[in-house]
């Protein structure tokens, strides 16, 4: 249990000591200033898991391309064919390397797929 205690203690202060506290307090600020808030007070009649996926960040199958847009934010690069598209989203990894995360698919504007990658 301690062992686990400093390991947690050790990738903490790692984790976060490379960041300044200018640089917290505006990712902070960033993420109080998601369209999402504006988007679920625009659109009361949305369901309790849509609105709590788009307050938190996340896609749930059966959202609208809008929905997805303001929860996690616009794709890197669509793919479009027909009424099918296929969206796709980077992370950024180790020295800024790109990575991909997920590819959503969509059909007639509702997502029927999430692909995520590790």
Known sequence: MMKNFIIFIILTFFGYGCITYGEYAHQLLELQKRPGRDYIQSHPNLSPFKRIAIENGFVIVGMTADEVVFA??????????GLS?????YGAGLHGKLFLTRCLYFHDDKLVKIQTFK
């Open 85 to 89: 598209d296929m969206w796709v989203y």
């Open 72 to 81: 996690i934010g616009e794709p890197y690069r669509t793919v479009s064919s």
